[in-house]
C-alpha cells in the first residue's frame, strides 16, 4: 500500500509552492494576451492596437515584450528543475517581467481613465 502524502507535508515544501507560482504565471501570461486580442482594435500607424493603448501604441509593444519574456522565463524554470540556481534564476525573471506587465497596464489604465474620464453622476 503506497502512502499518501498529507496537505502539511506539501504546504511545507517549497518546490511545491514554486511550482504552483510558475504555472500561474504561465497561465496569467497566456490569458493575458488572448484577453488583449479579444478586446477593441484600433489601427494606428498600421497595426490594430487595443483601444486602451490606443494614445501610447508603444507600450502596447513593451507590455507584450514583458509578457512574453515573462511566459518564456517560467516555463523555463518549469522545465529545468534538476538545476536549482538556473530554476531560482529563470523564476525571479518571470516574476520580475511578469510584475513590470501588471505595472505597465495598470500605467495604461491611469493614463486612459486621466484623457477619458467617466462622470459619476449624469444629470439630463
Given amino acids: 500500500m503506497k502512502a499518501v502524502p498529507s496537505e502539511s507535508s506539501l504546504q511545507e515544501n517549497p518546490h511545491f509552492r514554486s511550482k504552483d507560482v510558475g ?11 488572448a484577453i488583449f486580442m479579444v478586446l477593441p482594435h484600433e489601427i ?15 507600450l502596447y509593444g513593451i507590455f507584450l515584450f514583458f509578457d512574453l519574456c515573462a511566459f518564456l522565463g517560467t516555463l523555463g524554470s518549469l522545465l529545468i528543475q534538476h538545476k536549482a540556481r538556473i530554476e531560482r534564476f529563470c523564476r525571479v525573471i518571470g516574476l520580475a517581467f511578469m ?3 501588471l505595472v505597465l497596464v495598470h500605467y495604461a489604465i491611469a493614463l486612459w481613465s486621466l484623457i477619458y474620464p467617466y462622470p459619476l453622476i449624469c444629470f439630463d
Avoid: E, N, Q
Wanted: aromatic share 4%; proline share 10%; glycine share 4%.
Fill in 23 to 33: 504555472l500561474l504565471i504561465v497561465c496569467v501570461s497566456s490569458m493575458a494576451v
Fill in 44 to 58: 494606428v500607424d498600421g497595426r490594430p492596437v487595443p483601444a486602451l493603448f490606443r494614445d501610447r501604441p508603444t
Fill in 99 to 101: 510584475l513590470s506587465a
